[in-house]
């Protein structure tokens, strides 16, 4: 996962400067210790847009007919993070001819001439961790060809890398970021001659960085499923790397791996994609699998929450929720007012979604992304269950007002799995308290859903009726959501009070309710990096009003009964890169 780093304090930058100047009279390395093994997964299709000069990152495409990559302008952060931190090459190794080694060549070099001695904004210990990474991953598939002045050119800047990284990993902010230094740190460490002195005091840092972002459920404040894959497939090439030196892992490093696993199992739809939660997506293709398999762990999830998500599977359909506040303070920076929202696949075919993140397509995406009417769930008056508002310092923005309190509860119903959730987001403003119930059938072909509005305690009722009396007892509008995803065919059938959903697969979804909401298509986006803009799509939209201390609203969502238990999908999607 590539994303901009969170902006660091002004003495912090200062201090980066300082060191990355200073650590660049260290001592060269002279080699590896041992031929580097490659861990990273690029895309080929990514890869050849590259050398054809499309510059995709962070949501950003810059056309340039020529070959200086050094020399684009820039629209934003995230797309310099993305440049200085290399992940690309993991995408021209895909590739692997002569002309995109040629070219991952010219831009490494480049990139020592201009800014190895120190300056440049990719001198920050994240980038530098995730930097460090791929060099070594990929040495000797840029190595191949050179000459003795660009092998010490190469190595001398490993070393200062190493050396820069070594007094600066500290100033990572925790998380994700403090992980890419320290596992880049040791990764350098292992695998440079004259550099493993720099392994342990690294190592007894990831030891405290995994004991003190990695909870109980296996997983860490920002509760973002794709950010959590990041940090579980840093931990697994920093496993392997040990290993192959014959290194033990400390007890925290294998335990936090060890609850990771089954929790981004529990994440996982069917299709193998990750649930799209709290700013992040769905995973670039293939890296969990990998991931899992590399960490030997095979247990899977538990019935219980996992990072605070609940999930109902059976047959080919798999059901995630967002079943626990959402995150606060600092790891709510990319945080969404999706409590209670859903995602639904069937086989390898999204259905049900929420809109995802926007953070690639500029700011006033990203809010609207965050924001609940962006999510498969209730919206009370059209407010979000949480608030966005700037933080103290006033850098990021971070979720305030939200639920407290998301009782839950799963269950076996008489036939299938059964959730049972509320919050009370809109407790403070109108007095009621949203309860939300999915039922799924043992066979995975239905789901049914029941949606509460109710004012249970006695100060509750009174907020409730003042807000009522404010729309002259015309009730408070509310609507139910269930944003689909851009591949889905819906129609409104039976005169208006049902949806017919055809997937690429076959199969075919019907909508229903119990007709005490008015029912209506409504256009909608689906937000996902790697893409130029948002995609169009469409939502199904069940809307009514609170008129009574008690409101429900009754749903449900099935296979037609001419749709096979088994489908064989072999419809492939497109290239992964779309332009």
């Known amino acids: 996962m590539t994303k901009s780093p969170p902006r660091a304090s002004t003495g912090a930058r200062f201090l980066d400067r300082v060191v990355a100047r200073w650590t660049a009279f260290a001592k060269p390395a002279t080699g590896f210790v041992s031929q580097p093994e490659p861990r990273t997964v690029g895309s080929f299709a990514r890869g050849r847009q590259l050398v054809a000069g499309n510059f995709l990152f962070a949501g950003h495409l810059i056309e340039d007919g020529g070959d200086d990559l050094w020399a684009l302008e820039s629209p934003g952060r995230a797309f310099t993070s993305?440049?200085?931190?290399?992940?690309?090459?993991?995408?021209?190794?895909?590739?692997?001819?002569?002309?995109?080694?040629?070219?991952?060549?010219?831009?490494?070099?480049?990139?020592?001439?201009?800014?190895?001695?120190?300056?440049?904004?990719?001198?920050v210990p994240d980038l530098t961790g995730r930097r460090l990474i791929r060099w070594i991953n990929h040495a000797f598939f840029i190595l191949r060809g050179q000459d003795k002045a660009a092998h010490d050119a190469f190595?001398?800047?490993?070393?200062?890398?190493?050396?820069?990284?070594?007094?600066?990993?500290?100033?990572?902010?925790?998380?994700?970021?403090?992980?890419?230094?320290?596992?880049?740190?040791?990764?350098?460490?292992?695998?440079?001659?004259?550099?493993?002195?720099r392994v342990a005091p690294a190592l007894?840092?990831?030891?405290?960085?995994?004991?003190?972002?990695?909870?109980?459920?296996?997983?860490?404040?920002?509760?973002?499923?794709?950010?959590?894959?990041?940090?579980?497939?840093?931990?697994?090439?920093?496993?392997?790397?040990?290993?192959?030196?014959?290194?033990?892992?400390?007890?925290?490093?294998?335990?936090?791996?060890?609850?990771?696993?089954?929790?981004?199992?529990?994440?996982?739809h069917s299709d193998g994609g990750l649930a799209r939660f709290h700013g992040g997506?769905?995973?670039?293709?293939?890296?969990?699998?990998?991931?899992?398999?590399?960490?030997?762990?095979?247990?899977?999830?538990?019935?219980?929450?996992?990072?605070?998500?609940?999930?109902?599977?059976?047959?080919?359909?798999?059901?995630?929720?967002?079943?626990?506040?959402?995150?606060?303070?600092?790891?709510?920076?990319?945080?969404?007012?999706?409590?209670?929202?859903?995602?639904?696949?069937?086989?390898?075919?999204?259905?049900?979604?929420?809109?995802?993140s926007g953070a690639y397509f500029g700011p006033d995406w990203q809010r609207a992304g965050r924001a609940t009417p962006s999510h498969s769930t209730l919206c009370l008056q059209g407010q979000s269950s949480a608030r966005v508002s700037p933080s103290s310092d006033n850098d990021?923005?971070?979720?305030?007002?939200?639920?407290?309190?998301?009782?839950?509860?799963?269950?076996?119903?008489?036939?299938?799995?059964?959730?049972?959730?509320?919050?009370?987001?809109?407790?403070?403003?109108?007095?009621?308290?949203?309860?939300?119930?999915?039922?799924?059938?043992?066979?995975?072909?239905?789901?049914?859903g029941e949606e509460l509005l109710i004012a249970m305690e006695d100060d509750a009722k009174r907020r409730f009726d003042h807000a009522l009396d404010a729309t002259g007892l015309k009730g408070l509008p509310y609507q139910v959501r269930f944003h689909l995803h851009p591949d889905v065919e819906a129609q409104l059938d039976m005169g208006g009070v049902a949806v017919s959903l055809a997937l690429k697969s076959g199969e075919l979804w019907v909508f229903r309710h119990d007709g005490k909401g008015e029912l209506r298509l409504e256009p909608s986006v689906f937000l996902e990096k790697n893409r130029l803009k948002p995609r169009a799509t469409t939502q199904i939209v069940l809307s009514s009003r609170a008129l009574e201390h008690a409101n429900r609203i009754r749903w449900s969502l099935s296979k037609a009964q001419d749709t096979p238990i088994s489908i064989r999908d072999l419809n492939r999607d497109g290239m992964d890169v779309a332009f």
Not at 98 to 105: C, E, L, S, Y
Not at 169 to 184: D, T
Not at 416 to 442: P, V
């Open 155 to 197: 190595y001398r800047s490993l070393a200062h890398q190493t050396l820069y990284l070594s007094r600066r990993w500290k100033s990572a902010p925790p998380g994700l970021p403090r992980f890419e230094a320290l596992c880049g740190l040791i990764y350098a460490g292992l695998a440079l001659q004259g550099m493993s002195d």
């Open 82 to 123: 993305d440049l200085h931190g290399f992940a690309w090459l993991d995408d021209l190794a895909a590739v692997a001819d002569a002309t995109t080694r040629q070219r991952a060549q010219k831009w490494l070099w480049e990139w020592i001439d201009h800014y190895g001695r120190g300056s440049g904004p990719g001198w």
């Open 204 to 268: 007894r840092g990831l030891e405290r960085e995994c004991r003190d972002q990695i909870d109980d459920q296996g997983g860490i404040p920002t509760r973002n499923p794709e950010e959590l894959l990041a940090v579980f497939t840093l931990l697994t090439w920093a496993e392997a790397a040990l290993s192959e030196q014959d290194m033990s892992l400390g007890r925290e490093h294998l335990q936090a791996i060890e609850r990771i696993a089954p929790t981004l199992r529990t994440l996982r």
């Open 396 to 448: 990021v923005e971070i979720l305030v007002d939200s639920p407290r309190r998301v009782p839950v509860r799963i269950t076996q119903a008489p036939d299938g799995l059964r959730f049972q959730g509320g919050h009370d987001g809109y407790l403070k403003t109108h007095g009621l308290t949203h309860a939300r119930t999915l039922e799924l059938t043992f066979d995975g072909r239905a789901v049914a």
């Open 281 to 356: 997506g769905r995973g670039a293709e293939g890296r969990l699998d990998h991931a899992l398999a590399n960490s030997g762990v095979r247990h899977g999830h538990s019935e219980s929450l996992s990072m605070g998500y609940a999930r109902l599977s059976a047959g080919r359909t798999s059901v995630i929720i967002d079943a626990a506040p959402p995150p606060t303070g600092r790891a709510s920076r990319a945080a969404h007012a999706s409590t209670l929202a859903f995602e639904l696949t069937s086989g390898r075919r999204p259905l049900i979604v929420n809109c995802g």
